[in-house]
């Protein structure tokens, strides 16, 4: 039977206001799960909840069999920096350095070496000498992805990762992180406004009226 990889329960969170409660989720290896929902919903602060950044007001996270929010800070880091991919809108590149740089980075801190097929499949591999600076938005992002799967994460956490991709290359983009899960018995919790990238995964969900419901 397949890992359960993530499990979060009654998972509850308000900052002026009450943003979701009582939201309860299951991700097991080779799964990918979109989220969607409106601007302003909570998306991306439940990703967090998930992946390490927020502590939840109420409920609880299990994540590779940890509760994520009763380890130590070295516990986190080591968590973070060994098993989990972050992909976000804004790629964090380090613009001073080479597109090679910022992926061997990653690989140093992790342990693990540079695919080249992986840097083919995301068409970049004729890039990673060049400035992050002299290459273009969709090229930085394609060397954000890059830089998060060659960690070799076991989830990978993804908000709005295609959301300044054109369609064609947030479609590249889709498949290579599908194919990484598939090949490494990973899983993706993939936060978008876009359905058609969502349709692309397992399973969807959309968070509305502060709950999180199941998309058939």
């Known amino acids: 039977m397949p890992q359960t990889l993530l499990t979060a329960t009654n998972i509850a969170h308000k900052f002026d206001y009450e943003l979701f409660s009582n939201i309860n989720l299951e991700l097991k290896e080779k799964e990918s799960i979109a989220i969607v929902g409106r601007s302003g919903s909570g998306k991306s602060t439940l990703l967090h909840i998930f992946s390490t950044f927020i502590k939840p007001n109420k409920g609880e996270v299990t994540l590779l069999d940890k509760n994520i929010y009763s380890l130590s800070e070295e ?117 978008t406004h876009d359905v058609e990238m969502a349709e692309l995964c397992n399973r969807s969900f959309k968070l509305e009226r502060k709950v999180l419901k199941e998309m058939l």
């Open 75 to 191: 516990e986190t880091e080591e968590l973070r920096r060994y098993n989990l991919g972050i992909i976000f809108q804004a790629h964090y590149l380090f613009k001073g350095m080479s597109a090679l740089d910022n992926i061997e980075i990653a690989t140093l801190l992790s342990k693990e070496k540079i695919d080249n097929a992986l840097l083919e499949r995301l068409e970049i591999k004729e890039l990673m000498q060049q400035k992050i600076g002299e290459l273009s938005g969709g090229q930085q992002q394609r060397v954000s992805i890059a830089r998060v799967l060659s960690k070799k994460p076991k989830v990978i956490f993804a908000d709005e990762p295609t959301g300044n991709l054109d369609k064609e290359t947030a479609k590249l983009v889709m498949d290579v992180l599908l194919e990484y899960i598939e090949k490494n018995r990973a899983s993706l919790i993939l936060v």
